[in-house]
């Protein structure tokens, strides 16, 4: 069993950066952050697997980074460059088994998730 607690995300202007993170209770070999938007499908952002190893989705290469710190069971999604279209219900997803690599940005690769902390991006 995996928990996942997802926080630090808020209101900001466009432009803006923020860093969420979210806290990890039990082993995975792979976790991810996604995002909601109002009447869109859920979308991948990023994931990092058992020894490193990261994919991103082409749209957030360059303002988006995955990471996480080990000794504190927490990773992170720093958000740099904020759009108003970056506006959505952002989660992270946590399974315990490891995932190809081309399906690593599928929401339906992931058995465990968080609850989601909103990001909002005003102009």
């Known amino acids: 069993q995996v928990q996942l607690v997802e926080s630090g995300g808020g209101s900001v202007q466009s432009g803006g950066s923020l860093r969420l993170s979210c806290e990890v209770s039990?082993?995975?070999?792979?976790m991810g952050w996604f995002r909601q938007a109002p009447g869109k499908e859920r979308e991948g952002i990023a994931s990092?697997?058992?020894?490193?190893?990261?994919e991103y989705a082409n749209t957030f290469v360059g303002r988006f980074t995955i990471s996480r710190d080990s000794a504190k069971n927490t990773l992170y999604l720093q958000m740099n460059r904020l759009k108003p279209e970056d506006t959505a219900m952002y989660y992270c997803?946590?399974?315990?088994?490891?995932?190809?690599?081309?399906?690593?940005?599928?929401?339906?690769?992931?058995?465990?998730w968080g609850q989601g902390t909103q990001v909002t991006v005003s102009s």
């Open positions: 997803a946590a399974q315990p088994g490891l995932i190809m690599s081309y399906l690593r940005l599928r929401r339906d690769s992931y058995t465990y």
């Open positions: 990092l697997c058992r020894g490193d190893d990261m």
């Open positions: 039990g082993y995975a070999d792979c």
